[in-house]
């Protein structure tokens, strides 16, 4: 049994949650999140961003440094960070 409250299968799921995660801190932006445009370029702050990283720590159980999101600027970049990170974890035995 996995110990994550959250086991993305893949690069796709873990964008996939990514962009409906980040919906919740842009409430005014009309078109679908591009996962390949900067993050910045949405208005996202700092404050916002933190709380993001919060979300993420707490979904996936891994620790999630809002420095993350700046090094990796784009949902896609973004994913394939957290995704490598989250696959490094030890797993529960069954």
């Keep these: 049994m996995d110990i994550h409250a959250f086991a993305p299968a893949d690069l796709e799921e873990m964008e996939n949650w ?3 995660r980040l919906g919740q801190y842009l409430p ?8 390949h445009r900067e993050l910045g370029e949405y208005g996202l702050d700092s404050i916002a961003v933190v709380a993001f990283a919060a979300d993420v720590e707490d979904r996936l159980a891994i620790s999630v440094d809002p420095t993350a999101v700046w090094d990796h600027p784009t949902i896609a970049q973004l994913a394939k960070y957290l995704l490598a990170a ?5 797993r529960e035995a069954a």
């Design 18 to 20: 990514l962009l409906e």
């Design 28 to 35: 005014d932006q009309q078109e679908p999140v591009d996962p």
């Design 86 to 90: 989250y696959e490094e974890l030890p």
